[in-house]
């Protein structure tokens, strides 16, 4: 299991929509063909199979690209020795946690 320290409350994150997302991907040259709709992110993978199989380590980076988490922005990213991949970038668009958390 993973677990993700929020420094800020979801409920301040940016919501995304899948283009929003792709164009932002699209500027800056990342891989928009591998998508995946997760419960609280869409998710564009950059690597798949034997790319990701040959880290040791998969790390998630909650702000990256110099911005905070309000950006909703997260990537996980392979590492072995120093060598470094972005594996996935996700974009959070909080519906699952919108239904569990519509009471609170």
Aim: hydrophobic share 35%; charged share 35%; no cysteine.
């Amino acid at each position: 299991m993973i677990i993700l320290e929020f420094k800020v409350h979801p409920s301040r994150w940016k919501k995304w929509i899948k283009q929003e997302a792709e164009s932002w991907l699209k500027r800056r040259e990342y891989r928009v063909d591998m998508y995946e709709r997760l419960a609280d992110y869409h998710a564009f993978h950059q690597a798949r199979g034997e790319e990701v199989r040959k880290f040791a380590r998969i790390v998630i980076i909650p702000q990256p690209f110099e911005y905070d988490q309000t950006e909703g922005i997260v990537v996980l990213e392979g590492r072995q020795d120093k060598e470094k991949q972005i594996l996935s970038i996700r974009f959070y668009h909080g519906k699952q946690w919108e239904r569990v958390n519509d009471n609170d």
